[in-house]
């Protein structure tokens, strides 16, 4: 096969080096973004500037700038700086929470599903497509309020929504591994499917696992925001950026910045992971690299 | 003299500071086949690109392409495609991927009939079924109804050189068009292209790294290296004597009974080294660290000399030594 | 093309039947007892108990569910508990506030991404394309409701053109229904708009890097014919498979932006009905979604079938 003589598009044809890029506007930009957004959440747990569910009557509604409020004080008097940093944490842990459980279901069920078993595979991918079909929103809704608001439900119902994302995305991805020949190799030499699975399949589709985390992780935040706003997810005493949006509105209408503040963090945290994932897809897996914008 | 068909002067393309063809001049004219081979790397496909104004984005062509009396490169995109496919066409290397896979092949032919003829819809569809027929491909009528995936890779080939024949253009480019089929299918596909051309007195441009295909089906041969013809004449004279030392290795490098021996204990010869990346293509002839004759005169280009066949090189194989062609 | 079209319908009937086993137990299980919520606090387990003998919850679960299903093939949802009223009046009444919601906003949100996408994928590569792949970054991280809080902030409280929340029925006013309706599908349509620009673009540029579209550029097609009618007619591929799956996305959104609005429609319904533990409401309603959703995803795989001559021999 004369390479040169295919699309000039193609970029590893025309001879141009195509060293793996390390570094990238994308991943600088998208780590400062979701560093930024895991420092703030992480000093949430060891300081505030004042306790997110301290109710002080004389300090309603202040605007920001105040003095020992930052970014002033919701209806109540709460101190709205220190709530959006407890909502930094819940984000996490609500939306990471359900994306690691996710990952491991998923990297379980998608590597169960290259099996050579047609039952298996079949079973686990209708399943999947299945779960796919369910407006996960809806579901949540209902689990949440029949077992009960909260963090723990709310984890549970986004992992079992995105669960079967990760079970497609891990088994196409280990499907492409185990055609290739160093598997076929260990196969004849007698390696046992497991431990193919785990030395070779695994450490191979990990920048895989890892970039659809990320985006997961961002689609968790989104998720778990909704579901608190609706009422159906995180209740106080937890902080949810989804709660002070809902608040803001329901207390003094949408006009006041009580409405804006939320909303501008769930942009910058969930843009941030979402750019990162960009990044690392450049430069963890070559295979998956979307084209130059 | 027959008339130019194609006349390509100092053509370069390139992207950014990348030059993948520096400075090819070739002509074709009517009715006549000219091959070009080479080496991945030699900028054949690009070249064929650049004259059909196909180049992907990024990439830039300079120089004239002149063809049916304007200069390709300074026309506008309407006015190219209007020629494109009607005077000038051009078969691809990847059959498999060449047609659009949702679109039946009689739709794909009769597009191009369609685009450029004012026919009728009905008889675009009879030109597309004598077309299939010229093209001996088997029941032509269902063909016409199929889809692409329906067909096998030799069939794809030939609707492909049946749409490029369609509006009797004046020039075919074939760029590799048998690397992607199998070997006993090559054969079929050739010998119809060469048929077709031959009956309807197009003129072809062959690009390949297949020298026997060359020597088969061509009049003329340029042989590339490193963005630039290293050499060009008539093929019998190029392959029988070649002056350039590039094109006496890439002649002793195929494969004969000679060479190999009948038992096969023969060692091939071959050329040292490999195409350098187009980044580290060396100064002056772009040759130079593969071949046993290289000094520091290499270090300048040489020019394209010589009079029944042309050279580019400042230590031509003598005339006196001829290697022995195929 | 029969064998896909058998093998597909049997898949859809397949997910029905698991889903509607999944929502009804998950429900029962966790659904909470609604005869305990009708009679209040300090009812008598008796009471209670014969209460459920009369609702006939008292049953054994498999009767249960298969009754349930029977009356869903008759087209009979189960009535409401509490008021007596079919379920089926009760969604009826919801409709014209969800449906068209969710439609408009998909058009919308499609009208918008299919020009934009396939602009930023011509484009591709300059700062424009730049600039239109940033803003659908941007687009889509912002959450469905933050965007409805915007939208109402900017036209209804700044500039006061339309209602900030709130529901005049069709039946009152038509005008009315739509005004109530532009803002909370504008917010919906936007941020799905953002995601599907994304995937238009990339749809589109996958698609004109294809050897077929050069092919066609070869037989003299100008480069605006080329992506018309070829890159976005075969960009349509992977883009129908997307709002398929958008589907479910779709209800979410329209959930969440309802309740944004305070629209009476499938959002209210369903809390409300969760909160007083009314189990066949509940079930019902949410399964009249997913077989909703099921059905998108059945038609948008048969008109992949029909779009694309492949599927109809490999699947």
Known sequence: MSDTTMAPGALPADGVPRRRRRWNASLLVGMVMTGAFLAIALLSLVWTPADPNQVAPRDRLLPAGSAGHLLGTDALGRDVASALMAGAWTSIVVAAGAALIALVLGTISGLAATSNRQYVNETVMRGADILLSMPGVVFALVLAATIGAGVGATIFALSVFFTPSFTRVVRAAALRVLEEDFVTAAALYGRRRLFILARHVVPNIFSVMIVQFTLYFAVGILTEAGLSYLGVGVTRPEVSWGILLKEAQETVGVASPLAIWPGLAIVFAVLGLNILGDGLRDVLDPRLRRRKS | MTELVLDVRDLVVRRDDLVAVRGVSLQVRAGQRVGVVGESGAGKSLTALAIMGLLQPGWRAEGQVLHDGVDLTKISDKAFSSRRGRTLSMVFQDPLSALNPTQRIGAQITGVLRRHTRVSRDEARRQALDLLVQMRLPRPEQMLRAYPHELSGGQRQRVMIAIALACYPQLIIADEPTTALDVTVQKQVLRLLDGAVKERGCALLMITHDLPVVAAMCDYVLVMYGGRVVEEGPVATVFRTPRHPYTKGLLESQPTLDNIGLDGTGRLPSIRGSVPPLHAMPSGCAFRTRCDRADGRCETVPVLEGTESRAACWHPVSVATPAGAR | ?315
């Open chain 3, 1 to 315: 093309m029969l064998v896909f079209l058998a093998r597909r319908f049997a898949f859809f009937v397949l997910a029905l039947v698991v889903s509607s086993v999944l929502i009804f137990s998950l429900i029962r299980i966790a659904g909470g007892n609604v005869a305990a919520v009708m009679l209040g606090k300090g009812a008598s387990p008796q009471a209670i108990d014969e209460l459920m003998a009369e609702l006939g919850l008292d049953r054994p679960l498999p009767v249960q569910y298969f009754d349930w299903v029977a009356g869903m093939l008759r087209g009979d949802l189960g009535t409401s508990f509490r008021t007596g009223e079919p379920v089926t009046d009760l969604l009826v009444d919801r409709l014209p506030v969800s449906v068209p919601l969710a439609l408009a906003g998909l058009a919308l949100a499609l009208l918008v991404a299919v020009p934009v996408g396939t602009y930023a994928a011509t484009k591709a590569g300059t700062p424009t394309g730049a600039f239109v792949a940033t803003l659908s970054q941007v687009g889509i991280a912002i959450p469905v409701f933050w965007a409805g809080v915007l939208l109402s902030l900017f036209f209804g409280v700044k500039l006061g053109w339309l209602p900030t929340g709130g529901w005049t029925p069709w039946t009152v006013s038509v005008t009315g229904a739509i005004r109530s309706l532009v803002l909370p599908m504008v917010a919906l349509g936007m941020v799905m708009a953002a995601t599907l620009t994304r995937y238009t673009r990339t749809a589109v540029l996958d698609v004109m890097n294809e050897d077929y579209v050069r092919t066609a550029r070869a037989s003299g097609m100008t480069k605006r014919a080329a992506l018309f009618r070829v890159g976005v007619r075969n960009a349509s591929l992977p883009l129908v498979t997307v709002v398929g799956l958008l589907a479910a996305e779709l209800i979410g959104g329209t959930v969440i932006i309802e309740e944004v609005f305070s629209l009476p429609g499938l959002a209210r319904m369903i809390l409300s009905a969760v909160s007083a533990r009314e189990v066949i409401v509940v079930q019902s309603t949410v399964m009249v979604i997913v077989a909703f959703v099921l059905v998108v995803n059945l038609v948008v795989d048969i008109l992949y079938g029909v779009l694309d001559p492949r599927v109809r021999v490999t699947r």
